[in-house]
């Protein structure tokens, strides 16, 4: 491969996974990309400037004018700043993209890329950001390496005498070496990519390794979740069309195998409903609230549902329940709302953050703010209490619960009728409530097609018109007869089943899955759920055995481990992973280590400012130090501190620096005195003290004569005279 | 008090680090993004700002075993030119061997370090193979004569991003003898000149026979060797011991006072390089050159080959005081011509009989430049 090819080959791929990770973010205009990316592919044919240098600068520069104007607008019409921003970033891109030319270029492009990869972090936390990363990660160390060479090559190959490259080509010696083609073998590459690979490596063990003690001092995090088709906050029967299946999961859930292998779909439960009302679910101002009890521990917050009809329960029964329930390990995606699920029914939720952002909504909902997709765990009740304890139910209603037997005036009387007829028989509310889903399982046909019901009762026409439809036509059926023949009831929207995942081990819940069912209350012992849905219809379990399936299935268990150990890996995980390093190369003891991590977390949380200003103070003395030095060594870089030997060399130096920033740099082949003669051949200003300063230099670091006082006063004399002559000039681009 | 001196400066030397570890500019960018991505990772708790200050700091990590593992195994070697004269640029070449097995160097810098810093001229080298050899050179000019220490190398690279240098000094301890400067001059007009006799200014036939050497224009025809001429393709003379008249000797007053400044040290210095001149230029006509000094003296001889023990004495002639006498006797029916560094007559304790006295004075107004050496000629009846 030609040296040069290879650069810019590689160079292209960095690009091209730095623009991906934004556009496949999805939060980009369509405009914006399609026009940036086009662009992007255009300018790999267009490897130099045009032979017309200033009509093309100017173009651009009234292009980015343009460009940043619009920015500025899109900003003050409300676009997200970080979009703009992102927006501009691909700009940027594309015109240095078009303009480059020499190893600055290539820099620019580089940094501009990993900005990119900086905003996509917000923007982009799927599993494409990390495959794209990798292949940046490769690309960047191809590209960074053969930039370094360039470059070396660029300052220490000696310009030859008489040898003209054209307007915006590089000199002919360099090119000569990037057409060479031994320079970069396939040795090479498999070296670099090894080295890349080590590069991953480390980087993976940092990433685990450094301390998880953020305190959010500025922002928070951010990304909006995307409005799913399948679940729904809110009930509304009628509409027309046919649902989709989506395939999108949304949730997955690790559960005890055991409960797997019981085959019993679940049911994940979201919202519920009190009120029903034109053919609409929704939540009354009347509707009862569950009390939430939180208790910390370890660094995780525990949130018990307390349940009306429970009462307050003593410590050793709420331990009971918790060693009785379901454990389920939740992942759930930004679905746009806080809603949390949980099989039915759920009783704590534990959390791994010590400060609690839940709240209880009505109807035994559980809600937590969250933007990014959340973890947590959940402990639940699925079985439903034996048949005989439901039938031996009896009591009053817990305050507050009336509203679940409101049967509102629309409903028609052929409905009421209907649940009368059908619990006919039926003595105690569990068997009405068991006869009503029997009736409509059975006598009741499930279709995803939807049918406007035009301005008839939605559950009327269902019951005795269309005689089918879909989930929630059948829970709002049930729901309303139970409530007509005396039994609480209340809508409930959520997911059911879902699909076992063999690689990760969990199930894997989509979009498509949401469904609707019935919760009826009993006195004393609680709701209990019926799913009068005929089951041949919501039977999703059944998985695919094909290749694609199980592709499928693969692919979202990455995306599961993604979540798991990259976007939500904390501090309890990078404890645990310690605690099981710890546990496999010996060692034992320190178990309070977790708690004081955590109690450290939680005083970080609680003074916050304290612990931003320290560290902001911290860094401003740092600086303060840097720049104090900084002065006093004269203005003289790094590499002039480490090299300067006498105070006439600190000048030389200081001086040599100077020229650089105006655009007169000596790069490494040249030596002190040959630069001086360059200068002074260019008409640069200051060219003849500088040469003078420069005899002067050489004396006190090869003469041997040690700076006396008078060859001191002498260099500053040059040095101002230099100095001097550099103001007066006109400015010139620093070019090389 | 010397050697305790330079027992220290070599223990000094050996508790210098080895490798040296300096950040570019291109590191110091990066350096700050790292800090900068740190701070906000912690800021927001974004993992995916962790990932990427996780990269950022392993390719830091990865860039300073690289640049180890290209610096390992490297050995130079120099090769000096013959001579080497003060103020006169000369070439130095390096070679640098790659002794590892599998693993190419890149991106090799190599500096020679005399008297302790690095010239001012590096030596590049872009791909070392394993197990081979690549040579370069180096222009480099030392300003003054005298032995120079050459203590080794400084191997640097900046590879493989170029957020580093990274530089190992590998110990390569030599001499380098810098002869001081030879200008082209012409020597007085001969003793006898002055004198009034009338004497050719080519070599003469008579005395004893010195050498053969190649013919130049204006040698007597008779005095070619005709069988080594047949032998060698090119005409060869035969040259003669000089006769009294064809020998000079150089005196060079070396004394200096306790408390001489700058310009008095310059002064000799300049007196030093007109002496080598002088002597250079003596030579090159074919006269037999003696040097005397305030303790040191190189006998009388003629031919290339004593120029260098000429050049020898000189650039290890160190300054003296006027109570060092000179050393050796002055051959008084040759001519003879006393370089003095500064004004004021005829140094103390000379030789008496000195046919010529050459004042060596410096300019020292700024700018140094121009301090051109003004060379004045005093002849003395």
């Known amino acids: 491969v030609r040296f040069g090819f290879a650069l810019k080959a590689s160079s292209y791929l960095v690009v091209a996974s730095a623009l991906l990770t934004l556009v496949l973010s999805g939060e980009l205009g369509p405009v914006q990309v399609a026009l940036g990316v086009v662009a992007a592919i255009a300018s790999w044919f267009r490897d130099r400037p045009p032979a017309n240098l200033a009509r093309w600068v100017r173009a651009w520069t009234i292009l980015s004018v343009v460009v940043f104007a619009y920015s500025v607008v899109a900003f003050l019409a409300g676009t997200d700043i970080l979009i703009v921003g992102a927006h501009f970033l691909v700009y940027l891109l594309v015109a240095k993209l078009f303009n480059r030319r020499e190893c600055k270029d290539y820099q620019q492009i580089f940094i501009l890329t990993f900005l990119m990869l900086v905003a996509s972090t917000v923007l982009n936390a799927s599993l494409s950001y990390g495959a794209l990363f990798l292949v940046y990660g490769v690309a960047g160390t191809w590209a960074m390496i053969l930039l370094h060479l360039r470059r070396e090559l660029e300052d220490n190959l000696p310009a030859r005498a008489g040898a003209v490259a054209a307007p915006g080509a590089p000199r002919p010696e360099i090119q000569r070496v990037l057409d060479s083609r031994r320079i970069v073998g396939p040795r090479f590459l498999l070296g670099t990519s090894a080295i890349s690979l080590v590069v991953f490596v480390g980087a993976t063990v940092m990433f685990l390794a450094i301390p998880r003690i953020g305190f959010g001092l500025f922002f928070n995090k951010r990304r909006d979740g995307i409005a799913l088709a399948g679940f729904s906050d809110r009930v509304e029967l009628g509409g027309h069309g046919l649902i989709k299946d989506d395939p999108t999961v949304v949730m997955r859930v690790k559960i005890p195998s055991a409960r797997r292998a019981a085959e019993q779909p679940l049911h994940w439960r979201g919202v519920a409903f009190d009120g029903y009302r034109g053919g609409r679910w929704f939540r009354g101002a009347r509707a009862p609230r569950t009390e939430l009890s939180l208790d910390y521990g370890g660094g995780r917050t525990r949130v018990h549902l307390r349940y009306a009809w429970f ?268 605690k099981a390093l710890r546990d496999t190369f010996g060692g034992g003891g320190g178990t309070s280590m977790r708690d004081r991590m955590a109690a450290g977390k939680a005083w970080l949380a609680r003074n916050r400012a304290a612990a931003g200003g320290a560290a902001a103070a911290a860094a401003a003395l740092l600086g303060a130090i840097g720049w104090w030095r900084r002065r006093r060594g004269g203005g003289v870089g790094a590499a002039g501190r480490a090299a300067a030997r006498s105070a006439v060399d600190a000048i030389y130096l200081a001086v040599q620096s100077r020229l650089a920033r105006r655009g007169y740099p000596r790069v490494a082949s040249v030596t002190p005195r040959e630069h001086a003669a360059a200068l002074r051949r260019a008409g640069a200003p200051g060219a003849e003290p500088y040469a003078d300063l420069t005899e002067l230099y050489y004396r006190a670091s090869y003469g041997g004569t040690s700076d006396s006082a008078d060859l001191l006063a002498r260099a500053r004399t040059l040095r101002d005279a230099v100095l001097a002559a550099l103001r007066e000039a006109p400015r010139r681009r620093a070019s090389r | 008090m010397t050697a305790r001196a330079s027992v220290l400066s070599r223990l000094l030397r050996r508790l210098r680090p080895r490798r040296r570890l300096r950040l570019t500019r291109e590191g110091r960018y990066f350096l700050f993004i790292t800090l900068a991505i740190g701070l906000a990772a912690v800021n927001t708790g974004n993992n995916l700002l962790y990932l990427l200050l996780g990269w950022l700091l392993s390719v830091i990590v990865a860039s300073g075993a690289m640049s180890d593992m290209s610096l390992r195994g490297l050995r130079v070697h120099r090769r000096a030119p013959p001579r080497v004269h003060a103020g006169r640029p000369f070439v130095m070449e390096l070679a640098v061997d790659n002794t590892k097995r599998r693993l190419s160097a890149f991106s090799i810098e190599v500096e020679e370090l005399v008297d302790g810093r690095p010239v001012d001229k590096r030596c590049y080298f872009l791909k070392i193979p394993p197990g081979t050899t690549q040579r370069a050179s180096y222009r480099h000019t030392f300003l003054r004569r005298g032995l120079h220490r050459l203590d080794g190398f400084r191997v640097r690279s900046k590879y493989p991003f170029g957020l580093f240098v990274k530089s190992r000094d590998i110990d390569a301890p030599g001499e380098l003898l810098v002869y001081p400067e030879v200008r082209p001059m012409r020597p007085p007009a001969p003793r006898a000149h002055r004198l009034g006799e009338t004497t050719t200014t080519r070599a003469g036939r008579h005395g004893e026979f010195f050498a053969l050497r190649e013919y130049r224009a204006g040698d007597d025809r008779r005095a070619i060797h005709w069988r080594s001429t047949a032998r060698r393709g090119a005409l060869m003379v035969r040259e003669f011991e000089q006769e009294a008249q064809r020998r000079a000797t150089v005196l060079i007053d070396n004394a200096l006072p306790v408390d001489a400044d700058d310009a008095a040290d310059d002064a000799l210095e300049e007196a030093i390089t007109i002496a080598a001149s002088l002597a250079a230029a003596y030579l090159d006509i074919g006269y037999a050159v003696a040097l005397m000094a305030r303790g040191a003296a190189v006998p009388g001889a003629a031919g290339p080959a004593h120029l260098t023990r000429v050049l020898g004495a000189l650039a290890l002639l160190a300054r003296a005081t006027d109570a060092v006498p000179f050393r050796g006797e002055l051959d008084r029916r040759g001519d003879s011509v006393l370089v003095v560094p500064r004004g004021g007559g005829g140094a103390a304790g000379a030789p008496a009989g000195v046919g010529a006295v050459i004042e060596a004075t410096v300019a020292v107004a700024a700018p140094p430049a121009a301090a051109a050496p003004r060379a004045a000629l005093r002849e003395v009846g």
């Not at chain 1, 331990?319 to 939740?330: D, M, P």
């Not at chain 1, 930004?334 to 949980?342: E, I, S």
Request: aromatic content about 12%; charged content about 25%; hydrophobic content about 35%.
């Open chain 1, 311 to 578: 009462g307050e329960l003593e410590a050793p029964e709420r331990a009971a329940r918790l060693e009785r329930g379901l454990r389920q390990e939740i992942y759930l995606e930004p679905m746009g709302n806080d809603v949390l699920f949980g099989a039915s029914l759920p009783t704590v939720f534990e959390f791994d953050t010590p400060n609690p952002r839940e709240r209880a909504g009505a109807n035994d909902e559980l809600r937590h703010p969250h933007g990014a997709g959340v973890r947590y765990v959940v402990y639940s009740d699925p079985d439903s209490p034996p048949a005989a304890s439901l039938r031996a139910a009896r009591g009053d209603l817990p305050p507050g619960y009336e509203v679940y037997l409101d049967v509102p005036e629309e409903i028609t009387e052929r409905v009421r009728a209907l649940a009368r007829d059908v619990t006919r028989g039926a003595a105690t509310p569990y068997d009405r409530a068991v006869a009503i889903e029997d009736h409509l399982r059975s006598t009741y046909a499930y279709t995803l097609r939807m049918e406007d019901p035009g301005g008839r009762e939605p559950i009327d026409a269902f019951l005795f018109e269309r005689r089918q439809g879909h989930c929630e036509y059948f829970s709002s059926a049930m729901a309303i007869m139970l409530r007509a023949v005396g039994v609480p009831s209340r809508n409930v929207n959520g997911f059911l089943g879902g699909e076992w995942n063999e690689y990760g081990d969990y199930v894997a819940v989509r979009s498509g899955d949401a469904h609707s069912w019935v919760e009826a209350f009993f006195p004393g012992v609680g709701w209990v759920t019926f799913d009068p849905t005929p089951p041949g219809a919501t039977d999703r379990l059944g998985r695919g055995a094909g290749l694609l399936d199980k592709l499928g299935r693969f692919a979202d268990t990455m995306r599961l481990k993604w979540f798991q150990w990259v976007i939500e890996y904390d501090l309890h995980r990078q404890l645990s992973v310690f």
